[in-house]
T-cell receptor, first 113, second 121 residues
Framework: GEDVEQSLFLSVREGDSSVINCTYT??????LYWYKQEPGAGLQLLTY?????DMKQDQRLTVLLNKKDKHLSLRIADTQTGDSAIYFC?????????????FGAGTRLAVHP | GAVVSQHPSWVICKSGTSVKIECRSL??????MFWYRQFPKQSLMLMAT?????????EQGVEKDKFLINHASLTLSTLTVTSAHPEDSSFYIC?????????????????FGPGTRLTVL
């Protein structure tokens, strides 16, 4: 079945860039997502990329997709303490809103002064 | 726009009782809603997909008689944990998918509720 994997923990200094990596197995993925979860809260969509794109930039966020290697990354420029959270990578197979998401285990980002 | 609420935000109950959790899309209609559970420091596990007016589709290993899902309207889905036991203690999160696109991207987006923390004593 489909699988999504992420490294579990990342620690960066405030002001540095953070890069969170994700790999997936489903070659039929249509959309790939990055969600942010703060303690005790639900998930907030940060950004997404369509599978025929290589890169997407949205302010401090840059998503890179290597479809051949099934590798997705999220780069956060000028990381701030407010960016400390768990970041989930997710993939969707299909175009409809009824298609389910497959989540990775989440990467806990810790930002220190 | 695109707000999903859950009620209650937390609940503590005794073992053997049933607990109902509501998921509402506040400003849009959702044909499909999803229920997830999340254990501490773990990922979200999809429990079931709920479509308005039809039976929910449960993921493998999820007991449909224990986790009753009702999607009675385009803005409300409920999850009832029946005869709850301590091992059912978890963070339950719902998400909703718009019936119509709210923006160029939202047709493919799930909007998540804030979650409900269930503790069974």
């Amino acid at each position: 079945g489909e699988d999504v994997e992420q490294s579990l923990f990342l620690s960066v200094r405030e002001g540095d860039s953070s890069v969170i990596n994700c790999t997936y197995t489903d070659s039929s993925s249509t959309y790939l997502y990055w969600y942010k979860q703060e303690p005790g809260a639900g998930l907030q969509l940060l950004t997404y990329i369509f599978s025929n794109m290589d890169m997407k930039q949205d302010q401090r966020l840059t998503v890179l997709l290597n479809k051949k290697d099934k590798h997705l990354s999220l780069r956060i420029a000028d990381t701030q303490t407010g960016d400390s959270a768990i970041y989930f990578c997710a993939e969707k197979d299909g175009y409809g809103g009824y298609n389910k998401l497959i989540f990775g285990a989440g990467t806990r980002l810790a930002v220190h002064p | 726009g695109a707000v999903v609420s859950q009620h209650p935000s937390w609940v503590i109950c005794k073992s053997g009782t049933s607990v109902k959790i509501e998921c509402r899309s506040l400003d849009f209609q959702a044909t499909t809603m999803f229920w997830y559970r999340q254990f501490p420091k773990q990922s979200l596990m999809l429990m079931a997909t709920s479509n308005e007016g039809s039976k929910a589709t449960y993921e493998q290993g999820v007991e449909k008689d224990k986790f009753l899902i009702n999607h009675a309207s385009l803005t409300l889905s409920t999850l009832t944990v029946t005869s709850a036991h301590p091992e059912d203690s978890s963070f339950y999160i719902c998400s909703a998918s718009p019936q119509r696109a709210l923006s160029p991207s939202s047709y493919n987006e799930q909007f998540f509720g804030p979650g409900t923390r269930l503790t069974v004593l």
